[in-house]
DNA sequence: AATGAATGAGGATTCATTCAT
DNA sequence: TATGAATGAATCCTCATTCAT
């Protein structure tokens, strides 16, 4: 009988001890992602260290080692992790009866995003991850899963708008995430940005991402709508 | 005769050569520049060292040092650099006489990007930059700049496209940046990430900027358009 | 049987071996220091460098950072623990039964320098490091270390030196704590100094540290006696 | 004719102005020790740039090459003119007619260091300069000067005070300098050293310099007496 | 004599990763 | 499985000094 059997009802393995069947692995996982999320929001990728993410999550650096390659694996499942919830919930809306118009779609696609924050700031970290050492099965395995989700989506976004052509729903979401990674970036300065901006002077270069997505997407149906 | 009277024209002052007269000065910067300009294709922030462009341009660590006060402060001069010569080229182009329509305007701003490829993957950075340690005039200065040629080019939308409302030049630059920015980063993966899109099944993920980059324009345009 | 049952009588624990017990690592720590004493000896602040320390220790660099968080924090620690010797020698010293006179005092604080030869050259470091960086609980604690041990021996040398007015156990020891420096570094001159003091001629300006420490004590306590 | 000649009659000689005459060169010279005398009181050894002696001079830092060898002679040549002044003022007062008693000597030696409170900064900074890299000739000069000097203000001591033996006023002066070294490394804390001695709880460790070393002397004075 | 651009050795510190326990 | 001490490569930046002009 195993550990996670015998009543437990926490959700969580208490730090520092032993995972022992695939389940208990599976949570600390899980759980070492939680903290990576959770340290993310306030770090850039350089000053994402190993240390502190051991540190928080109650585990020493060694343990980190045995759940993920390295620091680029680690983050790579983070946003995997961030882009199925992501997909999960534009499909699901997507499944919902019509009438769809631009305007519904716009704010669904809003709607999704807005609950993810942290998926505007770890998207535009792909290309930095990519750029470092991690084994090819793991890129190849994110890439796979960003194209079917991707697929799906897409289907379900040209059955909602019928004025989408075959393979542009496709299109639609890789400017999508060209507008993710491009506003979030602008929309999500560093302190030193941030203080710049609250000058007057330079107050028309701040961008709220969310209202700014919201006009963009509309701008982009709109402008897909009248290209028939 | 002195060698500055030699009517030198070689553009390039060779390297421990002593940059003596302004002039000098500013081509030396400029070849520091140059040389930063050629690393960045095959360098992050993080892998851009200060060192190699040093050896790469046949000074001593030290002597960048005279130029250029960190390796933020390069970098912010290699943005602005570009920033200023895409500013330049598109003021230019839309100062020619009309008529415009949005296939036209469209076609001059990817024309203007076209032979700035690196101007994508250095956009991206000024994120990264402002994270680290610049001194605040240098981040002050840049930001204005980036406000000042923006309206300067606002205005010039707003003349050539009579159905952008007032403001609204800005907002389509904003979201320009925003495309460069998160296609470019697309349309530009590191080496594992394009041996992987080089697999077949996995292709349809593949993106070419310019192409992409107008067809967004267009969309964006046509949006607008027809949003009135 | 493991390392740590075999009776382990050595003093030393090889460099390289891992640290584990909370003994081992103060042990290390002692090591560290220990090396960085005998570095000591022919290095001043700026000199004395960590790379040094590293090899002469059989560690890595980064090892010295596990025990050390900066350069300043272990010379500081060096120091503190010099100091502590000697203050507890002192004490010790003055302990001991009566009766005691001048020279019996000044006797037992040469005799409590004597072994200590580090100090002299360690004790005007203070200054420096305390320019540098350092935070600022390691500098305070260092402060506190210092006065409270001062004012203990403080007390005992009021005891044992019944002429000696309330307060003026303390002036007594700043004034040692001046003479240390300050004869300490004529006493012990750089290589070069050393070279031209050689010279018959100079010689007049050598100092030999005992002699004249234990000539200015009894000088100062006969002083101080007569102030009476 | 000299331009030193020409009625010129400011007694500097401008910045950037070549010094031709040897009396120009002896004042240009000058400046810079002066303009180094300024620096020192805000520096330490290892941040007194010549840099900024150069700028702060209106030279190049060519130019100070010209005059110094190197650093380390520049500091020696301050330290040379600091004392020279010192024992000169020294051996004015100790000309003036008696009686000498105790504490006029005190007075008088409190008085002639009073005014000069960049030697208590400069004296502990020889041992340090001999650290490093001086012509040996450079110096033999400063060795020299130190012991002919103190040999002419010893003879002077002895004569002004007469229970001083033969010899005992150069070991006066020598626990002089070591008391100078001492007590001004005390008094002078570095900026986060006095930021902790404003603590009240640290502040028996507060020393001020003339009170210290006036107190220092007399008792010193009052045991040689009563050693008699 | 004056300049100041160029030099380049040198040092502190960080952190992902390994591996002995 | 978990640990965390040890590693060591890697990088930015300083500054005394030189030397071509």
Redesign the interface.
């Known amino acids: 009988m195993s550990r996670g059997q015998q009543g437990r009802t926490s959700v969580t393995l208490p730090p520092k001890q032993r995972a022992r069947s695939a389940a208990d692995k599976q949570q600390r996982r899980a759980q070492i992602l939680a903290t990576a999320l959770a340290m993310w929001d306030d770090h ?1 990728f ?2 994402f260290a190993m240390a502190e993410v051991a540190a928080r999550s109650g585990l020493a650096k060694g343990t980190l080692y045995l759940y993920f390659q390295t620091k680029e694996e680690l983050l790579l499942a983070l946003l995997e992790g961030l882009l199925v919830g992501w997909f999960d919930a534009l499909d699901a809306g997507l499944a919902e009866a019509g009438p769809w118009d631009v305007e519904r779609v716009a704010s669904l696609l809003c709607a999704v995003l807005d609950e993810r924050h942290a998926l505007t700031r770890l998207l ?1 970290l ?3 991850i ?2 470092h050492n ?1 084994p ?1 099965e793991s ?2 395995a994110y ?2 899963l ?2 079917d989700r ?2 799906r989506s897409a289907a379900g976004l040209e059955r909602c708008l019928p004025f989408l052509a075959p393979g542009e729903g ?2 639609l979401l ?2 999508l ?7 979030g ?2 929309a ?6 941030r ?3 609250d ?1 007057e ?2 107050s ?2 701040r ?1 709220a991402f969310g209202p ?1 997505f919201r ?2 997407i ?10 028939k």
Chains 1, 2, 3, 4 share one sequence.
């Open positions: 850039s350089a000053s535009p792909a290309a930095t990519f750029e991690i090819l890129a190849r890439k796979e960003l194209l991707s697929a496709l299109w890789l400017q995430y060209a507008l993710i990674v491009g506003l970036q602008m999500d300065p560093a302190p030193m940005a203080q710049l901006l000058e002077r330079l028309p270069l961008v700014a006009r963009c509309t701008t982009l149906l709109y402008g897909m709508q009248a290209g």
